[in-house]
């Protein structure tokens, strides 16, 4: 390989190192990030249960699933938690399984112990995305307080 490459390549890398070139803009407020990836999640929640609820209709003719109920469900679940995990580790939150796992585990609480007979009016469009965000909120405070205390 050629001197000058080699010099090239070199500056290259150390531009890289030193940040060169990056935006750094200033970090998002915490609470910012956590609402914006809870209302991501609450729609994400909804859009699943209307794909399945579309699929038990093509299959069976109707929009219960049965038997395929609960572990429909059970996905929907487990892929809105890696999705919301996934998303708060991409920006850097701490804790992000803890954060996404308790904050669609209150959600998911919450809906079944006090909507469940609203589920099919309109403005649970609006009701499950905004309490998604406030349970990520509530999961974060939840998540710093166990950390305090292994500490």
Known sequence: MPADLE???????EEEEEGEGRYDGPPLPAGLILAV?????????????????RGCERVRDTSNCG??????LVLIVV???????MALSRLAMPQPGVVAFLGVAFMLVVVLAFLTDHLSSPWMLAV?????AITFLI????ARLLERVDA
Do not use: D, H, R
């Open 67 to 72: 038997a395929l109920g609960l572990p429909l």
């Open 37 to 53: 990836v809870g209302l991501l999640c609450g729609f994400a929640t909804i859009a699943l249960l209307w794909v399945s609820e």
């Open 79 to 85: 892929v809105t938690m890696v999705l919301g995990g």
């Open 139 to 142: 999961a974060n405070l939840v």
């Open 128 to 132: 499950v995305p905004v309490l998604t």
């Open 7 to 13: 010099a090239v390549l070199e500056a290259a890398e």
